[in-house]
């Protein structure tokens, strides 16, 4: 950990699930800063597989997969591959830089991405998912279970058939809240960083009182301007909407003017 660096001293919660959380941890301790690990969101693989296979077994008839998030990557594509190799005519699209890494490191590249702003209506906005482009196509998404359904809505609005894969399941942290509540009662937790509505759901869920008062006070880093929306809706106020991605994140971390 860097023993200087505009963090020094502070310590950030890591929301994300487990399997994402390393790269941001690791920006705020070479910041100086001191990330707390504590994901909000638990993945796991779905307990049906048979929408999954059902797709693998035609995925040549499709001509555009969508992947709504790194866990969708790591809990689809071995599948695929397994099978073979990537369809040449299949074009591969992504919400966010995350999964476009995610899809690279497995090989998959070319990949149909917003530029600025990662959610599905920046993907939507693309050329590649234009009515002239879609009408009469198969698209393939390959999500969790629940979500926004204005991706695949909207793309069979333009004509497109869509099926639609959940391929993991999101759930509530199974662990106590120990690590934070112990924290914020020993005046050592600075901050938190929220990468999802549905985890932070979950969080004030399980609150009581006394951890409420604690969140109220604590300055929220997100995103994206849904869950900044989302968090006020729960009766959040301190809250510190940042450009998109972990760097996104760092950079309005590193911006913030911390009390003294």
Same mark, same amino acid.
């Given at each position: 950990?860097?023993?200087?660096?505009?963090?020094?001293?502070?310590?950030?919660?890591?929301?994300?699930?487990?399997?994402?959380?390393?790269?941001?941890?690791?920006?705020?301790?070479?910041?100086?800063?001191?990330?707390?690990?504590?994901?909000?969101?638990?993945?796991?693989?779905?307990?049906?597989?048979?929408?999954?296979?059902?797709?693998?077994?035609?995925?040549?008839?499709?001509?555009?997969?969508?992947?709504?998030?790194?866990?969708?990557?790591?809990?689809?594509?071995?599948?695929?591959?397994?099978?073979?190799?990537?369809?040449?005519?299949?074009?591969?699209?992504?919400?966010?830089?995350?999964?476009?890494?995610?899809?690279?490191?497995?090989?998959?590249?070319?990949?149909?991405?917003?530029?600025?702003?990662?959610?599905?209506?920046?993907?939507?906005?693309?050329?590649?998912?234009?009515?002239?482009?879609?009408?009469?196509?198969? %698209? !393939?998404?390959?999500? *969790?279970? +629940?979500? @926004?359904? $204005?991706?695949?809505?909207? #793309?069979?609005?333009?004509? =497109?058939?869509?099926?639609?894969?959940?391929?993991?399941?999101?759930?509530?942290?199974?662990?106590?809240?120990?690590?934070?509540?112990?924290?914020?009662r020993a005046g050592r937790l600075d901050a938190l960083t929220v990468s999802?509505?549905?985890?932070?759901?979950?969080? %004030? !869920?399980?609150?009581? *009182?006394? +951890?409420? @008062?604690? $969140?109220?006070?604590?300055? #929220?880093?997100?995103?994206? =301007?849904?869950?900044?929306?989302?968090?006020?809706?729960?009766?959040?106020?301190?809250?510190?909407?940042?450009?998109?991605?972990?760097?996104?994140?760092?950079?309005?971390?590193?911006?913030?003017?911390?009390?003294?």
């Open positions: 950990m860097s023993t200087g660096g505009p963090l020094v001293g502070r310590t950030i919660v890591v929301t994300r699930p487990k399997a994402q959380a390393a790269p941001l941890a690791a920006a705020i301790a070479a910041a100086g800063g001191r990330p707390l690990i504590f994901p909000l969101l638990e993945i796991s693989p779905t307990d049906d597989r048979q929408a999954l296979e059902s797709v693998l077994a035609r995925l040549d008839d499709y001509s555009l997969a969508v992947f709504i998030s790194p866990n969708a990557v790591d809990h689809a594509l071995p599948a695929i591959l397994a099978r073979g190799a990537w369809p040449a005519a299949l074009i591969p699209a992504a919400v966010g830089q995350g999964t476009v890494k995610a899809l690279a490191a497995q090989g998959i590249a070319d990949c149909v991405v917003p530029s600025e702003r990662f959610d599905s209506e920046a993907l939507l906005d693309l050329p590649e998912l234009a009515a002239g482009r879609v009408d009469g196509r198969h %698209v !393939a998404i390959f999500r *969790g279970d +629940g979500g @926004r359904e $204005l991706l695949a809505d909207t #793309l069979r609005q333009r004509g =497109a058939t869509v099926d639609c894969i959940t391929c993991y399941r999101r759930s509530g942290p199974s662990g106590d809240l120990d690590p934070l509540i112990s924290a914020w999802s509505s549905e985890g932070l759901r979950h969080l %004030v !869920a399980r609150l009581d *009182g006394e +951890g409420l @008062r604690f $969140l109220q006070e604590t300055p #929220l880093f997100v995103p994206h =301007a849904r869950i900044a929306e989302n968090a006020r809706a729960m009766g959040l106020s301190n809250i510190l909407l940042t450009e998109a991605a972990d760097a996104g994140i760092l950079a309005g971390l590193v911006a913030y003017n911390w009390p003294v």
